[in-house]
């Protein structure tokens, strides 16, 4: 009888956990690339970078924006968001077919079926002043069509 309550307890416990929390994980490696590699980085759920690529373990489920900044250049900031992924959407129809409700509102109360985007997050800072952090001046008229001369 104890066998028989032990092997029900497992197999109660085992549905309870959904497919996508445990082939995935609650976190995801976001990875942060930005230049000048001397910029302050930061985001706004309190994490900071102190090198570049900086790859911070961040809740699956957890959107966030990440700010460079550098005196005498443009502070450009991104916003990585989430979405539901291939593999986690696997998981979560594994959860229909095995671990049932239960299991599928564990992946979503986690987040264990999304991924952060973007992933990397590539930063690219610009000096003040600069033509690449002005708009594009749009010419006064139209280029007259070059005729080839004899």
């Known amino acids: 009888m104890k066998i028989i309550r032990t092997i029900s ?16 994980g609650t976190t995801e490696d976001v990875v942060i690339n930005y230049q000048p590699s001397d910029a302050n980085v930061s985001t706004d ?16 489920k957890k959107a966030f924006t990440v700010t460079a900044s550098k005196p005498g250049y443009e502070t450009k900031s991104v916003y990585v968001g989430t979405k539901v992924a291939g593999q986690g959407a696997a998981g979560l129809a594994g959860n229909i077919l095995i671990g049932g409700v239960v299991g599928a509102g564990v992946d979503v109360a986690t987040g264990a079926a999304r991924d952060h985007t973007p992933n990397p997050v590539n930063i690219q800072l610009v000096p003040k002043g600069s033509q690449r952090s002005t708009p594009a001046a ?11 001369v004899s």
């Open 138 to 148: 749009k010419p006064n008229s139209p280029s007259a069509p070059s005729v080839p």
């Open 9 to 24: 307890l497992c197999l109660l416990a085992g549905s309870t956990v959904g497919c996508a929390t445990v082939t995935r």
């Open 45 to 60: 759920i309190g994490y900071a970078c102190k090198a570049s690529p900086c790859v911070l373990n961040i809740e699956r």
